[in-house]
T-cell receptor, first 115, second 116 residues
Framework: EAQVTQNPRYLITVTGKKLTVTCSQNMNHEYMSWYRQDPGLGLRQIYYSMNVEVTDKGDVPEGYKVSRKEKRNFPLILESPSPNQTSLYFC??????????????FGPGTRLTVT | AQSVTQLGSHVSVSEGALVLLRCNYSSSVPPYLFWYVQYPNQGLQLLLKYTTGATLVKGINGFEAEFKKSETSFHLTKPSAHMSDAAEYFCAVGGWASGGSYIPTFGRGTSLIVHP
C-alpha cells in the first residue's frame, strides 16, 4: 500500500530536549515536505526537499532542521524545542519535483506538545 | 506571490442540504488548484484538482469544484451533504518560487459541520 508514515504519532516533551520525528514514504517520490498545522492558520510549510541531499526552507523554518540522506526518509529535527512549537505536524511527499499538477500525499500527523 | 483565501472558518449545513465551500486564490501564473479533506485524527487526502482544460472538476465522494478565472475562484460544492462529510477542508494552489522550487500554498481551512 502506498503510504507516508510518521513516528511517533503523539509526543509530549520538555523545553530544550532534542527530538526527531521520522517520516518515510514508499512511493519513490522525489519531493518531500514538512508542515505544521495550527488552529486558524492552516498548514504552513517548514522545510521541503526536492531530492536526496537537496533541502530548502519553507515559510516557517526557524527552530527546525531536516536531512535527506535517503530518498524514502525525511526526518524533522527539533534541536531545542520550545512551547511555541507545540503543534500538529504533517509530512508529505509528491511524485515529481518539477512543474506539474501532482498532488501531495500526507502522513497521518504527529501531535507534539512541548511543556 | 501566491495566496489562498477560504471564506468562513466554519460552515454548518443540514444533512441533505447543498454544501458550498468558498476559495479564492491569487497567482501570477496559471495555477494548479487542489481541494484536500482532513477527517478527524487523519492526514489530508486529495478530493480533486484542477490542472488545465475543463473548468468543472469532479472529485471523490460526490464533490466538485469549478475554476473561474475571471473571479479567481475555485469553490467546492456537493449537492447533498452527508454526515460523513463532516471534516476540515483545505484549498491549495501549487506554485513556483524563483529558482524553480515548488512551494504550495494552503488556505486556512474550513470546518464543515453537518447537522442531522
Amino acid at each position: 500500500e502506498a503510504q507516508v508514515t510518521q513516528n511517533p504519532r503523539y509526543l509530549i516533551t520538555v523545553t530544550g530536549k532534542k527530538l526527531t520525528v521520522t517520516c518515510s514514504q514508499n512511493m519513490n517520490h522525489e519531493y518531500m515536505s514538512w508542515y505544521r498545522q495550527d488552529p486558524g492558520l492552516g498548514l504552513r510549510q517548514i522545510y521541503y526537499s526536492m531530492n536526496v541531499e537537496v533541502t530548502d526552507k519553507g515559510d516557517v523554518p526557524e527552530g527546525y532542521k531536516v536531512s535527506r540522506k535517503e530518498k524514502r526518509n525525511f526526518p524533522l529535527i527539533l534541536e531545542s524545542p520550545s512551547p511555541n512549537q507545540t503543534s500538529l505536524y504533517f509530512c508529505a511527499s509528491r511524485e515529481n519535483p518539477g512543474q506539474g499538477p501532482y498532488e501531495q500525499y500526507f502522513g497521518p500527523g504527529t501531535r507534539l506538545t512541548v511543556t | 506571490a501566491q495566496s489562498v483565501t477560504q471564506l468562513g472558518s466554519h460552515v454548518s449545513v443540514s444533512e441533505g442540504a447543498l454544501v458550498l465551500l468558498r476559495c479564492n486564490y491569487s497567482s501570477s501564473v496559471p495555477p494548479y488548484l487542489f481541494w484536500y479533506v482532513q477527517y478527524p485524527n487523519q492526514g489530508l487526502q486529495l478530493l480533486l484538482k484542477y490542472t488545465t482544460g475543463a473548468t468543472l472538476v469532479k472529485g471523490i465522494n460526490g464533490f466538485e469544484a469549478e475554476f473561474k478565472k475571471s473571479e479567481t475562484s475555485f469553490h467546492l460544492t456537493k449537492p447533498s451533504a452527508h454526515m460523513s462529510d463532516a471534516a476540515e477542508y483545505f484549498c491549495a494552489v501549487g506554485g513556483w518560487a524563483s529558482g524553480g522550487s515548488y512551494i504550495p500554498t494552503f488556505g486556512r481551512g474550513t470546518s464543515l459541520i453537518v447537522h442531522p
